[in-house]
């Protein structure tokens, strides 16, 4: 207040249009919260493809319907998704401007939904059938 | 700052990210960038994931097509790739994890840790590669 005598705008006055501060730490939160995921997951994601090297279609599918690797896959799969889309998503705010970033956004989100729902149905229907 | 900063009415503009062209390289900017490169072909790489679990999920004529690409040189090299980049956003992310958490900022310990990076990406793509040989 002191600093501004003579202004008569509020402090709220003075940060609108400066930039959204709303929902920002909540993408940075789960960017950091998936992070920590994928550290064992990336481990177990490895161990289980350096395995599955070994293995025929019939070999793979067996390992795969496995109960601990399908849902090591699972998790690894969403956690990954799910970080790369927030990871792609603060690539396009950095670069891209305009009405094309609003496009790339809501691309990003249904490359991603629709990857996650292909890797998941692929990875059920192994372990199911 | 000054209040004139904030008139009213439409934005100003607001701070482009990319500032490489106004500092020199260093080993952690040049992290942070590979970070960001990796990261961007990993979001492209999981295509390969997803393409190997719709081929297994299919018949056994499906699987041999990505099996047989799998295989090839090209196919290889991609799988390369593809671990490399693995490993160094792993590790550039654990490496950003520490920092975050506010330990390993200061003067030598941020450009070794740099190059930890740089160097155990490259190190454990070697490894699993070679265990990769060694198992089939």
Not at chain 1, 107 to 112: C, H, R
Not at chain 2, 67 to 80: A, D, E, M, P
């Amino acid at each position: 207040m002191a600093e501004h005598p003579s202004d008569l705008r509020t402090p709220l006055g003075r940060v609108r249009f400066l930039g959204a501060a709303r929902t920002g730490t909540t993408d940075a939160w789960f960017v950091h919260v998936t992070s920590i995921a994928l550290i064992p997951l990336t481990v177990g994601f490895v161990w289980l493809i350096l395995d599955l090297l070994r293995k025929d279609y019939n070999g793979v599918r067996a390992e795969l319907a496995r109960p601990i690797p399908a849902i090591l896959l699972l998790a690894f799969v969403l956690a990954g998704i799910v970080h790369m889309e927030l990871g792609m998503r603060s690539i396009i705010v950095d670069y891209i401007n305009g009405q094309s970033r609003a496009w790339a956004l809501a691309a990003n989100t249904l490359f991603a939904a629709l990857l996650a729902l292909a890797c998941v149905y692929a990875t059920l229907r192994i372990a199911f059938t | 700052m000054a209040s004139s900063d904030a008139l009213p009415g439409p934005r100003r503009p607001r701070p482009l990210s990319p500032h490489l062209s106004v500092y020199r390289l260093t080993m952690t900017m040049a992290m942070s960038i590979v970070h960001r490169i990796t990261g961007a072909a990993l979001y492209v790489g999981v295509l390969l994931l997803a393409w190997f679990l719709i081929a297994a999920s299919a018949d056994a004529a499906t699987f041999a097509v990505f099996s047989g690409f799998i295989q090839s040189f090209i196919g290889r090299l991609v799988l390369f790739g593809f671990t490399w980049a693995l490993f160094h956003h792993l590790i550039g992310g654990i490496r950003h994890i520490v920092w975050d958490s506010g330990y390993g900022l200061d003067a030598p310990l941020r450009d070794q840790m740099a190059w930890a990076t740089l160097i155990g990406g490259f190190a454990l793509t070697i490894v699993v590669w070679g265990v990769g040989y060694a198992v089939r």
